[in-house]
């Protein structure tokens, strides 16, 4: 059953190791803000306030599925996702700040990414999310400046725990199968 109480939103702990070329500092900073987003969404809860609601929500789960896919330290892909890492990365030079964001959709049994420029519009409705990089300056500023954000993606696939996305990916089959 569905709680239909108002709830408090806690930030997830991510077990995150010490990654390649992305710092300690760079990975604090980046989870205040996500700590931030999840103050928010509580904040306009707790006002019953629909105002930037989907901006604060998805700004929280964006950054779960991107901190959850570094927590393992990297795992490398069935070879078979190459295709997938040089799509990605071509998305992902794209100019501008965002997201890049694949989906699976069980329509058509394919794989969709796409550069996300805000988080709370553009997303491909009811597709489940099976990879997420950001691409906002927060994630990489204090490491890398905007000219070296190849540098950063470069670092963000070094330390990608394929099994999340595998596993996301898989869990996404499965709902289609159903």
Excluded: C
């Excluded at 964006?62 to 890492?85: D, W």
């Excluded at 799509?87 to 100019?95: D, L, N, S, Y």
């Amino acid at each position: 059953m569905v709680n239909l109480q108002p709830m408090t939103y806690i930030p997830k702990t991510f077990n995150l190791p010490v990654l390649k070329g992305i710092s300690e500092e760079q990975i604090k900073v980046h989870l205040a803000l996500y700590e931030g987003y999840v103050k928010n969404i509580n904040l306009l809860l707790e006002n019953n306030s629909a105002n930037r609601f989907a901006f604060e929500f998805d700004g929280m789960r964006m950054h779960e599925y991107y901190f959850e896919e570094l927590e393992s330290g990297a795992v490398a892909p069935k070879t078979e996702r190459q295709e997938l890492i040089t799509k990605i990365k071509e998305v992902a030079g794209t100019r501008g700040t965002g997201w890049v964001v694949v989906y699976y959709d069980k329509v058509m049994n394919t794989t969709h990414t796409l550069f996300v420029n805000d988080h709370e519009l553009g997303q491909l409705s009811g597709l489940p999310i099976i990879l997420a990089l950001d691409l906002w300056e927060h994630a990489y500023m204090v490491d890398y400046v905007p000219a070296e954000k190849k540098n950063y993606i470069d670092a963000f696939f070094e330390n990608l725990d394929w099994s999340v996305v595998e596993k996301r990916f898989d869990d996404a089959m499965k709902i289609s199968a159903a």
